[in-house]
Structure formats: C-alpha cells, structure tokens
C-alpha cells in the first residue's frame, strides 16, 4: 500500500509528465504562415457560405443535412439573420484574403442587393431586442463602416436599413417608466412585450447590451435620441439597487423592467449576465468616457473578490457562479460563455495597445497588473477546455473541481481539473474562447497564442466536419464533443461566420490595430469616436450612478 505521501508524489509526477508531453507537442509549429492559415479559414467559411447561397438564401435558420429552412418570427418574412451578420466577415476577409478575394466580393455585392431590394423590416411579428440589436443592427453598422473604409458598394444602403430598424426597436422603451426596455417588441406594430416567462424580468445582460449600437448609430447620424434612450437604463439598475455597494458591482441575472429592481440573487458572467460587463468597458473604449471605465474597474474588483477561484489540482483560474447570493457558496461551474473574460480583462488593462507600451504608460497600476495576469490565466484556463478535449473541441459547460465528490456519469479531464455533465457534452462553434486568444496574440506578439488558435480552428475543421449528399464539405454543431467521432447536429448557428471564422481570421491578421476598433458582442467592429464630433454633436454621457 502506498504511503499517502508516496501517492500524492507519484500523482504530481504524472500530472507534471502530461504537461511536458503536451507543451513538448505544442512547442512546434502547427502551421506554415499565417497568411496560409487565412486561406484554410476562408476556406471553411466559403464552404459553409456557398451551401447556405445555394440552399438556405435568405432564410434565418438552416439545417444544411436536411436542407430545411424557415425564419425567425412567425410571420414568415426574413431579418436577414444569417446574411446581415455574415456580411462584415467577408469585408473583413476580403481586405487580407490573397486567394479569395473575387469570391468574397461577390458574395458581399450580392449580399448588399438583396438587403436593398429585398429586406424590410415591416414584419408583423415579436423579436427580442437584443438579439437583433447586436447581430441585425450591429452587423448593419459594420457593413456600413467597412463599405465606407473599403470603398465597396454603397454604405448608405446599411445605415438606411439600420435606421429603420433602430426606429422600431426603439419602441421597445415606450412603456417603461424606469428607462428599461421591455425584452421584446413588434416590428410592425411596436408594441412592446414583456418577458414571457421568469415573471416579466428582462435578462440583465440583454438591456445593458444595447448601447454600442444605439450610440454608434447616434454618431453617424447625429440623432441623440438612440444615444439617450441607451444610456438611459444604468440610473435605475445602478440606484434602485444600490448596485456598486450593496452588490460591489455584480448584477443578479435578472431585473424587472417597470422598477429596475432586480429579480432574484443569481449572479453569474455566463449567460443573462456576461455581456452586461463587457459593454461596460467597451463604452469607454469606444468613446473614452470615464465614468464606464470606473463602473467597470468596481465590478471587476468584485468579480475578483467573490467569483474568481482555482482548480485541483492544476489550478487553472476560473469564473465561478453565486446562483444564492454573494454571501453564499460558489458554484465551480462555467460556461464557455465566459471565456470571453480573458479578452476583455486585456483589453480593459491595455487599452489595446501592445502589453510593454501599456506597462510603460502613467496609468498602468497595481490592479491592471493583475487583471493582465488574470486574464492570461483564464485564457490558458479556457483553451485547455479544448486541448483535454477528445475532439480538441470545449464543451458548453464544464465544472471546476473544487474537491467536492465528481458525478460518476460525469466525463473527467486527463488532468482531473475539471468535469462535463451529459447534458452539457454539446459543442454550438461558439467564439469566446478564440475570442480572447485573438486579442491576446495581438497585445502580446506571443506566437503560442496562434498555436493555440490553430489548434482549435483545426479540431473545428476536422470534427465538426460533414459531406452532404454532393460530397461537400458541410460544419455543423455537435451533439457530443466528447465521444469519438463525433455527432453532429443538423444546425449551424449564424456567429460561426460572424464571430468564430472572423476572431480566427483576425487572429492570423499581422496589422490589428485594438485601438481603433471596439468589438460589439457579436464580433461586429466600430470605430473609436473622434472626440472633436462627440462635441459637435453633443453626445456625453448624462447620468452618474
């Protein structure tokens, strides 16, 4: 029998020979250059962009085995919600691509014609404002910025269409004596509509993630009225709530809209909670006004203090989840969802320039330190998600081990850090975590951040991977990750193309530029407002919490 001090030396030594093995392995070169490694991309993402074309134009929602279509509200009529948040991804693509260049502009030209000739928004029908404000409205606005950088087409095109739609769903706010929206709202009629379930309460993260959009379309425009009605939700959430003490900047995952009270404690960065931070920071990012960037630095000491903790044995850094409270014990579970953070903690110390240049700045301080190490550490958290993986490929969720008994149905990493449930084996393309090896790489310079990239863009090629009946390749979202091989679903979701592809091909791009982008949450990228025009047109920032 061994002594426990023999055993637990023996389980280091293994887990220390998994690590050499596997850093050994990634030390060479996955790929050849990266201007290679665009074209592979553009590759997959004209595969999947010539199947839709030819079997799936101009419906919303896709199934590419079967060949089945239909659109997202009831009426029938199309949002353009695979073309309108493609679209930027094929600007972006052209403007590097050395092999398909003639290809994306086709794709790009034809995609302008049927978003002047054929969509409309007069649809008799409910939508959830949030989605269609950061896929629909910002695929819009970043259509028109590229058209207008590129010189393709006519960008007036996009900014018509995204002012028509941003009318409508400014009706969303009509009824709300608190400034909240309600979550949805007819097109047509504009009525808005409460939450259908979770007893009226609006997703906390789906009112806060409105305000890149409506800002930016206040910016080219000059109509303050988006600007204002955007900004317009943080008094009450902030005040009713007494959200920066009593909560040290955490917000529960739901708020009712007529009050700004919040419903419940569930507090979390995964979904109805993630995107409500990440627009923190990036309206400041956007327009440098300060006051975002000190709502943000509270609730990321908060976060720090209450969600952050480390797995066993590896300790591998990790956002956790308060379902009961603040005050009440940390759930070890974690979306992928949230691999976002490791991007926006970078971001938010940096300011998008390059880590030694930030580090020599008058701002740089003990906290951003921090932040930087931590979102370092949360990004090699994230990969490793894939990199255990048997298809190279991350769950949905995973759950940390905190030292607390493991499920036996429960499918256990070879490092013992962490656990997938059954019912979250299935894996949607989702971008979060090559999300934050993009910005990473571009802050850095540090080439494993492409290794890693290259990895998973490789596992995706390979193992979400299909031939439809004519022998094309097809990609579509998997079942199970974790089993081999692995089983697809007949799906693919519209931020394969708009976000994974664009942060993959973004990746691989030598000449980002962090400072002069903001990213919306869908991928979508705007440019910095000039100062000089924010004053002209009296755009600023007209509350304080």
Not at 157 to 167: F, G, I, P, S
Not at 439 to 444: P, V
Not at 510 to 526: C, I
């Amino acid at each position: 029998m061994f002594h426990k001090g023999v055993f637990g030396a023996l389980v280091a030594c293994l887990i220390a020979f998994y690590y050499l093995v596997v850093e050994q392995r990634g030390e060479q070169s996955l790929y050849t250059t990266s201007e290679a490694v665009r074209t592979e991309i553009e590759t997959v993402f004209l595969e999947t962009w010539r199947d839709y074309s030819s079997n799936g134009w101009p419906y919303d929602v896709y199934s590419p085995l079967g060949h089945s279509k239909r659109n997202m509200p009831p009426s029938g009529d199309p949002m353009g919600w695979i073309i309108v948040d493609a679209l930027d991804s094929m600007f972006m693509m052209y403007n590097s691509s050395s092999v398909h260049k003639n290809e994306l502009l086709k794709g790009i030209l034809e995609a302008q014609v049927w978003i002047d000739n054929e969509l409309s928004y007069e649809i008799d029908a409910e939508v959830n404002i949030f989605e269609t404000t950061i896929r629909m409205l910002g695929g819009l606005l970043s259509a028109h910025y590229y058209a207008s950088e590129l010189r393709i087409g006519n960008p007036r095109v996009y900014l018509r269409k995204a002012v028509d739609l941003c009318d409508r769903l400014a009706l969303a706010f009509e009824k709300s004596e608190s400034g909240i929206p309600y979550s949805s709202v007819n097109l047509q009629t504009g009525e808005a509509i409460k939450n259908h379930v979770d007893d009226g309460a609006s997703s906390t993260a789906e009112f806060t993630t409105l305000q890149m959009e409506f800002k930016y379309l206040s910016y080219l425009t000059g109509n303050s009225t988006y600007w204002k009605l955007a900004e317009n939700v943080y008094p009450a959430l902030y005040k009713e709530n007494d959200l920066l003490d009593r909560y040290h900047g955490l917000a529960p995952i739901y708020t009712y809209p007529d009050s700004g009270r919040f419903m419940g404690q569930n507090i979390r960065f995964g979904s109805r909670g993630d995107s409500f931070y990440e627009y923190l920071l990036k309206q400041y990012l956007l327009t440098h006004e300060k006051l975002y960037y000190d709502l943000y630095r509270q609730s990321m000491e908060g976060m720090k203090a209450f969600l952050v903790s480390q797995s066993s044995p590896s300790k591998f850094a990790y956002i956790g989840e308060k379902p009961h409270g603040l005050m009440n014990a940390l759930d070890p579970k974690m979306d992928h969802l949230v691999c976002f953070m490791g991007g926006l903690l970078a971001m938010g110390a940096t300011e998008g320039q390059n880590i030694n240049k930030a580090r020599r700045s008058l701002s740089w301080n003990s906290q951003k330190e921090e932040d930087w190490r931590l979102a370092q550490d949360l990004t090699h958290t994230c990969y490793q998600m894939y990199h255990q993986s048997p298809s190279g490929l991350a769950p949905e969720i995973v759950v940390f081990n905190d030292g607390r008994a493991i499920p036996d149905n429960a499918w256990l990493s070879p490092s013992g850090d962490f656990y997938v449930k059954p019912a979250d084996r299935h894996n949607l393309q989702r971008p979060e975590t090559v999300e934050s090896i993009m910005f990473l790489y571009h802050l850095t310079k540090d080439d494993k951040y492409r290794q890693w990239g290259y990895e998973i863009f490789s596992s995706f090629a390979n193992n979400t991977c299909e031939f439809s009946a004519d022998s094309q390749k097809l990609y579509l979202s998997l079942k199970d990750c974790i089993d081999l091989p692995t089983v697809k679903s007949d799906n693919i979701e519209s931020f394969w193309l708009a976000e994974t592809l664009k942060y993959l091909h973004l990746l691989f791009q030598d000449d980002v530029d962090l400072t002069r982008v903001v990213f919306n949450t869908e991928a979508h990228p705007f440019p910095t407002f000039e100062p000089e025009r924010m004053r002209e047109l009296g755009l600023r920032t007209g509350w304080s919490p």
